[in-house]
């Protein structure tokens, strides 16, 4: 065959291939046998062998795994995946509506798209010009990490869009999803692994996730994975006016939407929708754990905003959970970092929407009497999505006489210290015991800290138990003859770890504060402070003030953190890290920064630079980048052909500015 021939082969195959794939992934309605889909496939495959410079990304033969990477890159989201407020009862959803009417200063219906919320994976797909590449999981919101290859390998995600009817192809769009695993395949791959002597996967969910988060992505092509497509961040080249369109676009360019999305009149239709789809949730394939309703105009969306990193426009109006009866056979005590002793019911095992559940904590003694749990009770539980299980209330009738009644020891179970009752916590108050010290290195080292890689609480508890380690620091002390020291290491594995350690000198402000284990600094408040004090330094000499100063910082977390750099103790656990050898990029101090609070907008092409690097640009000296023009947006920055973005602004009449007054606004150039 001559390398025309081929062209003109490979081209005609391609086109057949992916007919047939949409026909079978999407539209669930084959025309050809697996063996001829078979054949088509090996005849691609074999002329792309021959000739493997026309070997192209969104040939159906590239959806196969590639070589395992050592770990995942990461990706900026252009615009953050925020999450969504929930509903619970009616009420709350008649509420939201009440406000968004409210919000928007009508009496007018509102008329939602409401979906099924899917319980899956949340991730995010770019096409640029109409190809696929590059796709991440929603991470931090901000930042996920890549996983382009393993997306690939989803069949029902489309390599290339399809020619749209009418209308041109997007310079850029970025298309969200839900990845799942339909219910009958993931019973058919416990089967499988189970047969295999593998481990078994909790639930759909944990399977889906764990199998787009393989460092192999032949791993994932092996995995029945498929996803519904809900949303999208930047659209480039293309007018949408409601979320409607949005999914018929989409629908057109050959994702998958899920069928049972409708568009609803009013709240009441919502509602109504909600208790239908609440009924057929047994019988669906996949699972489900509500349904988002979305305010339709995207007009409408965009005057309603975002509060508190949640969209206005929306919200996911859960099921009730799950609930089940089983029998507390004991109650445990564990010790967390900060020293709170929580009690926990041991019980027999049961399987409560897919996951088995034998434990659930008891919050404190308060709760034990208020529900009067008595051990060999037996309790309703329930789980409700990612919460962990909770013990619901006890069956009385139930009761045989043969219970305990359960009172807290006053003795701390890891370290014997006499514990101190600080209002409803009662807390050791030992700042050595071993399951604080056990616990508060599990939180330094773990993924949203210092991210130390393959040392997990068995190994810190060796450590500890051992006398190996003493507190965090003492993690970047360590050699590889004390690793050695430990059960089942031999020499490569520790030096895995020592490597692993190694890496995580180099890190992240924000990981840092994270990591110290300050009470009520999640990764979200690290990061504030990151970008507000810039240096471990700074943030010591915070005073109540500057924190209080800080929008999302309220009045007991600025005592949380006073509280922790009071101690000198901890003035010393810093000095000791620092001297272990970690670094820090230092973060800009963005408060009182030039462009403090402003919000801008970019549209067109910039010639000077990236939008990632104009928009670093901007958040560092205290400003903030931002995607859709709004009243409230103080500068839309025009490049080269810019689109409707512009003229909106003009329309609002939001400042415009150039390329080149941008620059001199920041000062990159006086
Ligand atoms: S919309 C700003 N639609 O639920 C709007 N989310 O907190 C963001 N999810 O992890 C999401 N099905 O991945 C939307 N039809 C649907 C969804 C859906 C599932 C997930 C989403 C996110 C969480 C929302």
Known sequence: MTKPEAISQIEFLREEINRHNYLYYILDSPEISDAKYDRLMRELEGLEKLFPDLISPDSPTQRVGAPPLEEFGTLKHTIPMISLQNAFTEEDAIEFDAKVKRFLHTADDIEYVAEPKIDGLAIELVFEKGLFTAGSTRGDGEIGENVTQNLRTVKSIPLRLLKPKSGPIPERLEVRGEVYMRLSDFNKLNKRRMEAGEPLFANPRNASAGSIRQLDSNITASRPLDIFCYGVGIVEGLKLSTHWDTLET???FGFKINPLIRRCRNIDDALRYHREIEEKREALDYEIDGVV?????LRLQEELGEISRSPRWAIAYKFPPRQ???????????VGRTGALTPVAIMEPVNVGGVTV??????????INRKDLRIGDTVVIQR?????PEVVMVVKSKRTGHEQPYVMPDKCPSCGAYVVKDGIVWRC?????PAQVKE???????KSGMDIEGLGYKHIEQMVDRELIEDPSAIYSLSISDILKLERFADKSARNIIAAIDKSRETTLPRLIYALGIRDVGEHTAKLLSNTFGTIDALKKAKYDDLIKIREIGPEVAKSILAFFAEERNLDLIDKILKGGVTYKIGKATKGGPLDGKSFVFTGTLKRFSRDEAEGVIESLGGRPTSSVSKKTDYVVAGEDAGSKLDKAKELGVKIITEKE?????????
């Open 429 to 433: 108050p030992n700042v050595t015991c």
């Open 250 to 252: 989409l629908k057109s």
């Open 358 to 367: 034998s434990r659930a904590t008891l919050h404190n003694q308060d709760e």
């Open 384 to 388: 409700a999505g990612d919460v962990i």
């Open 662 to 670: 941008f620059v001199t606004l920041t000062g990159l150039e006086i």
């Open 293 to 297: 309703l979305k305010v339709n105009s």
């Open 324 to 334: 089940e009866t089983t029998r507390v056979v004991n109650i445990e005590v564990g």
């Open 440 to 446: 508060s290195i599990r939180h330094f080292t773990s």
